[in-house]
């Protein structure tokens, strides 16, 4: 009985405690209506400043090296059967992709060029915007090319990059193989009037620095976005079968001799802005100009064939500004005709026409 009685006393002073609580929480509560909205006055609220944040500029969409505008398509391939001679272009094209295996060191059709393709200075077989196509060629030959100084056609063309970007032998003008190339690039530039060069076509111009190109700078350029191709000692890397290179070598025994086109400082810059590291495109480029210019310089530093340029250029005041080999028809030397700066060498240029 005496445990029940004190139970129960517990219990009493616990639910008046409770109560309590209760009271003193509603009275607290009372107090503060009241003096906040009992004397009719608004309580003033904290001020909250509101920060306007800038908006993001909306992301620049790069418009790549040049107007998408009219650039020249090379034709649908699909539709070459509907050609009368449509198997000898075709062995054009497949001679252009695979030129090593037809025509290089272990070739099945003549031994006469050094194992690189034709497709890996004309890429896409020719029909790449910017990737040295041959979008122009139907419509700009015959035509007297300065280098020569003769009238040109373009089985002599195609001889020139025979005997210098594939340092070989030329071929016969009559060949099949020859005219099984003519055949194709005609076809390529079927619908370019004559006299015209279709946009996009050729190298991409890029744009002169004030400095010369500098091939210790181009040095790092190579080692971070090339050597993983073409090797960190230039040679490429060669297919399995030992006929051809998957990814070509830039110096050395088997590259491009002095006399070809991409000696020439400004080709070269040109070619890699537009389609090189592997990834970039004349849509999304990856190098800056500086980087195409100081790795040209550096690439065309190194060593590689050599060949007879005496009767290059005959009229010297016609040279290209970046020809590095004399005489010349201004003051300036040998090693800033290959390396620049070459804004003065025009400026001269200009100032003797």
């Not at 009275?27 to 609220?45: M, N």
């Not at 000692?233 to 990814?247: D, N, T, V």
Request: hydrophobic share 35%.
């Amino acid at each position: 009985m005496k445990k029940s009685a004190q139970s129960l006393l517990l219990l009493v002073k616990g639910v008046l405690g409770l109560l309590l609580a209760i009271f003193l929480l509603s009275l607290f509560v009372l107090v503060l209506v009241i003096t906040q909205y009992g004397t009719g006055e608004t309580v003033s609220q904290p001020k909250v400043t509101v920060v306007k944040v800038a908006e993001k500029p909306a992301a620049k969409t790069d418009p790549g090296l040049i107007s998408m505008d009219n650039l020249w398509q090379a034709p649908d391939w699909r539709t070459v059967m509907e050609e009368p001679n449509a198997k000898q272009i075709q062995y054009g094209r497949e001679l252009l992709v695979h030129t090593a295996e037809y025509l290089g060191p272990q070739g099945k059709v003549k031994k006469i060029s050094n194992g690189l393709n034709c497709q890996n200075c004309h890429l896409d077989a020719g029909t790449l915007p910017l990737g040295n196509n041959f979008g122009a060629v139907a419509s700009s030959y015959p035509k007297i090319r300065a280098r020569s100084g003769q009238m040109e056609d373009i089985p002599k063309r195609i001889n020139d990059c025979f005997e210098r970007s594939l340092n070989g032998q030329p071929l016969e003008r009559d060949s099949e193989e020859m005219e099984a190339m003519v055949a194709y690039m005609e076809w390529l530039g079927k619908a370019v009037p004559k006299g015209t060069r279709p946009h996009g076509s050729g190298i991409y111009a890029v744009p002169l620095m004030e400095r010369a190109a500098d091939p210790l700078l181009g040095k790092t350029v190579y080692d971070q976005q090339c050597a993983s191709c073409h090797g960190t000692g230039g040679q490429g890397l060669p297919q399995p079968s030992g006929q051809a290179y998957i990814y070509p070598p830039l110096w050395g025994a088997n590259s491009y001799n002095d006399g070809a086109g991409l000696y020439r400082l400004s080709r070269f810059a040109g070619f890699v802005k537009a389609n090189m590291p592997l990834g970039a495109t004349y849509k999304r480029p990856l190098l800056s100009d500086e980087e195409a210019w100081d790795l040209a310089a550096y690439v065309n530093s190194m060593e590689r064939p050599s060949r007879d340029k005496s009767a290059d250029w005959p009229d010297i005041s016609k040279k290209p500004m970046d020809h590095p080999f004399g005489p010349f028809a201004d003051p300036y030397p040998e090693a800033q005709h290959k390396y620049g700066p070459f804004q003065p060498i025009l400026t001269a240029k200009a100032e003797k026409q």
